[in-house]
């Protein structure tokens, strides 16, 4: 692993249940809660993964895409809603802590309006098991839930995507437990320096 410029090469293609905890920190070392956000995005979009050519990735982000349409539209995205059956749905609705959204699947609205953050977070973590990807990256993908909603999620994801490499970026205390590695990134003028750190409980 190494950098040239601002771009982190991650050879984690021949790596099975790898999951890794990317913690953003400044130049000064410590955890920069105040550029999360901007620092999150940076590392993203600056950072090349390899992973094999068949593999299936999925990336959520801190705010998910809804697309207008019915719930199950929602869940299912990008594939198309009838390809799975309701009762898969719903049961995913109940255990991502929505169970009030069950019996609502085929109700069309404008769900990332209707549903606050949290709740949307929650979807794409429906969406997530859904899909079950060989990759999944999460850039603060939890955020905006409390730490024991946050951490009962990713308990789920590692139930229920065992054989998924999981790499998250985020700062909270609760995503240590739940992985195996943990990179800092710490900014140092135009790029990140990228270091192995122990795998202790990240300051909140």
């Not at 999925?58 to 309701?86: F, H």
């Not at 609205?109 to 977070?121: D, F, I, P, V, Y």
Request: glycine residues 4%; hydrophobic residues 45%.
């Amino acid at each position: 692993m190494r950098s040239n410029s601002t771009r982190i090469a991650l050879a984690v293609g021949a790596l099975a249940a790898l999951v890794v905890l990317f913690v953003v920190l400044n130049s000064s070392g410590s955890d920069n809660k105040s550029n999360t956000s901007t620092s999150a995005t940076s590392v993203t979009s600056h950072t090349k993964w390899r992973a094999p050519a068949d593999a299936r990735v999925m990336t959520l982000p801190q705010r998910p895409y809804l697309p207008i349409g019915s719930l199950a539209a929602a869940i299912s995205y990008p594939a198309e809603s009838g390809g799975y059956d309701a009762a898969q749905l719903r049961a995913l609705l109940k255990a991502v802590g929505l169970p009030a959204l069950a019996d609502r699947l085929d109700e069309e609205a404008h769900w990332s309006r209707m549903l606050s953050l949290g709740e949307q977070q929650r979807i794409g973590i429906a969406r997530a098991i859904l899909h079950a990807p060989d990759f999944l990256l999460l850039d603060e993908a939890t955020a905006s839930l409390d730490e024991p909603s946050e951490a009962a999620l990713y308990q789920l994801l590692h139930e229920r995507l065992p054989a998924a490499t999981i790499v998250s970026i985020g700062h909270r205390s609760t995503l240590a437990e739940f992985h195996k590695r943990r990179l800092t990134l710490t900014r140092d003028g135009n790029r990140f320096r990228v270091k192995e750190a122990a795998l202790s409980p990240v300051d909140s």
